[in-house]
C-alpha cells in the first residue's frame, strides 16, 4: 500500500526557510514522478513542483520558482522541498504526492497528510 508522509512545516517569519521532507513507503519510489501541491485556506489546490523519477527533471510553478527546490532521494524513499524567501502568501498545507508517470505530474495517484506551512511575523 502506497502511503506518504510529510513534515517540516510550522511557523516562519516572512523571508525565512523550511524544509519540506515526505517519506514514501509500500512502494518504490523510483517508479514515480514526485511532487508537491498545496492548498490555502478557502483556495482551490495549486501546484507547486514536480521532479521525475530518475531526477532527470524539475519543474516549477512561477510561484515557487527561484525560491524553492525539489529534490529526491530514491534509495531512502525521501522527498524533499526547500523553501527560502517564504512570503505570507505561500501560508497553506503542503502535500507531498505520488504521481502514475516516471516524467511528469499529470496522474496524480496518492498523496500524504499534508503539513501546515504559516508565513507571518
Known amino acids: 500500500q502506497l502511503q506518504l508522509m510529510e513534515s517540516g512545516g510550522g511557523l516562519v517569519q516572512p523571508g525565512g526557510s523550511l524544509r519540506l521532507s515526505c517519506a514514501a513507503s509500500g512502494f518504490a519510489l523510483d517508479r514515480y514522478a514526485m511532487g508537491w501541491f498545496r492548498q490555502a485556506s478557502g483556495k482551490a489546490r495549486e501546484g507547486v513542483s514536480c521532479?521525475?523519477?530518475?531526477?532527470?527533471?524539475?519543474h516549477y510553478t512561477d510561484a515557487a520558482k527561484g525560491r524553492f527546490t525539489i529534490s529526491r532521494d530514491n534509495a531512502k524513499n525521501m522527498v524533499y522541498l526547500q523553501m527560502n524567501g517564504l512570503k505570507p502568501e505561500d501560508t497553506a498545507v503542503y502535500y507531498c504526492?505520488?504521481?502514475?508517470?516516471?516524467?511528469?505530474?499529470?496522474?496524480?495517484?496518492?498523496w500524504g497528510q499534508g503539513t501546515l506551512v504559516t508565513v507571518s511575523s
Open positions: 521532479i521525475s523519477s530518475d531526477n532527470s527533471n524539475t
Open positions: 504526492a505520488a504521481y502514475d508517470s516516471r516524467y511528469y505530474c499529470d496522474n496524480l495517484d496518492s
